[in-house]
Structures are given as C-alpha cells and as structure tokens.
C-alpha cells in the first residue's frame, strides 16, 4: 500500500508542476517511438530509437510543425544502482513553414536505479529488484544546427533530468511476461543558451500504461504534456498535448 501511495504522490507532484496559464497556445501532436535493442551481455546494450512526431491540430496562426528523430546509443551498466550511456541524435524538423533545420547531437548519461538492478541469468537482462521501479536520468547533450535558409549554424549545450516511475498491475514486476504496468516521467530542460528552434526550454510530463508481451516485445501508450518558452528570461507561452505510442523490440 505505502509503494501505491508514493506513486500517487509523484503523480499529485506532476499535477503542481503543470499549472496552466490562461494565455497558453495549446498543441496536440502525434509521437511515435520505434526501439531496437541488442543486449550484447550483462553489461553492454546497443540500440536504435527512430522517433517521428506530427502536428495534429494547432492555433490557426501558429506554422506548421513535423520532425523526425534517429537515435543509435549504447548503454554500459557498471553495477547495480547506475548505468553510463552514449546517444547520438540526428534530427530533421520543420520548424516553421519557412525553415527546416537539421540537428546532431551526441549525448552523455548517467541513469541512476534508486532501488537497484539485478541481472538475471536466465533471463539475460538487468532487472528491477523492487515492484515498485524508480529512476533519474541525467544527460547532457552538444546540439549542433544547420538551417535551411541563409542564417548562420548554431551550437548549443542543454541539461536533461528525467525522473520516472514504474508500477506493475497484474505481475509481481514490471519485467513479467504479460505485465500491464503504469508509468510516469517528469522531464527538465535547460539549455546553456537559446538556439533558433521551437521552444528550447521546457518541461515535460508523461503518464500512461505499458505493456510487456515477453522479453522481445514490450508497448506502452503515454500522455504528453509540455509547457515551453522561447528563452530562459521569457515566460512559459505554449501548452502542448501529445499522445507517445511506443513498441520496443529486444534481442
């Protein structure tokens, strides 16, 4: 019961953390998010996120907005509590209906297991020692742009801290064949400076159902909602709505 509590607790924090303004532009969009991993061993996992995002319905004023993401990383797990990672983002958007950019990111990580991991052997995957799983991913990324018109490229540095939680519904834990589970993520960014791109500097909130068929195949469906601005001396101007479909598959 106190496990069931403090998952309620994180998402009455999620709630205070998501006033929303009265002048706020409102998006919704559609994401997609296509994983393939390859567990090497008990400590090296390689993979690749292909992640294309849509507008759905907008302001009438507001342009048009699309991007599609591609993500190769690796993932090294030192020991029990944390895993070191490496990202390399290669991004496509249409920022506006005048300007498309390009961007390429490598990111660095380090994910912490507040309630520690366990390999399983017979398995051959890390598991979470606890029913109830929570987590901090912290990354920093090195954002490069190149622009469709005539504007120079820009660089930039942005700090992210992910925390996330996950609770099992029907299985003594979330890495169960068959288990439905709830899942939920609170997400900072904050970039070093402001880049010319659609709201740099946000905060963002998930939560929805996931599913695990077996060990290969794992789905969940997530709400999104994010508050943006343009720059960190600006207010948060835009609200935006999101549904995040996700399949993973694993060897």
């Known amino acids: 019961m106190h496990v069931r509590r403090a998952f309620s607790n994180i998402v009455m924090l999620v709630a205070v953390l998501a006033p929303c303004a009265a002048a706020a532009q409102t998006e919704l969009q559609l994401w997609g998010d296509i994983t393939f991993s390859w567990i090497k061993d008990h400590r090296l996992t390689l993979g690749v996120d292909t992640e294309p995002q849509v ?10 907005w699309a991007a599609l993401d591609v993500t ?27 300007l498309d950019s390009t961007e390429i990111a ?8 507040i309630l520690t991991n366990l390999y399983d052997e017979l398995a051959g995957e890390n598991r979470p020692k606890h029913r109830f799983v929570l987590r901090n991913l912290l990354r920093l990324e090195w954002r490069n742009f190149y622009y469709s018109n005539d504007q120079p490229d820009s660089s930039t540095r942005r700090l992210r801290d992910r925390v996330q939680a996950l609770y099992p519904l029907n299985r003594s834990s979330i890495t169960d064949s068959g ?21 740099a500097n946000q905060q963002r909130i998930r939560a929805g159902l996931g599913y695990r068929r077996d060990r290969a195949w794992r789905f969940a469906t997530l709400y999104v909602w994010d508050r943006s601005r343009n720059s960190a001396n600006e207010g948060f101007s835009a609200t935006n709505h999101a549904i995040d479909l996700r399949v993973r598959r694993v060897w």
Not at 56 to 63: F, Q
Not at 106 to 113: E, K, L, S, T
Not at 179 to 199: C, G, H, K, M, T
């Open 55 to 64: 507008l759905v319905s907008k302001p009438a004023d507001d342009p048009g």
């Open 106 to 113: 490598p990111r660095v990580g380090i994910q912490f297991h």
């Open 179 to 199: 288990a439905i589970y709830l899942q939920s993520d609170v997400e900072w960014f904050w970039p070093r400076n402001d880049p010319d791109e659609r709201f």
């Open 72 to 98: 190769p990383s690796v993932e090294y797990t030192a020991n029990k509590w944390f895993d070191i990672l490496g990202e390399l983002k290669l991004a496509r958007t249409r920022q506006t209906n005048d």
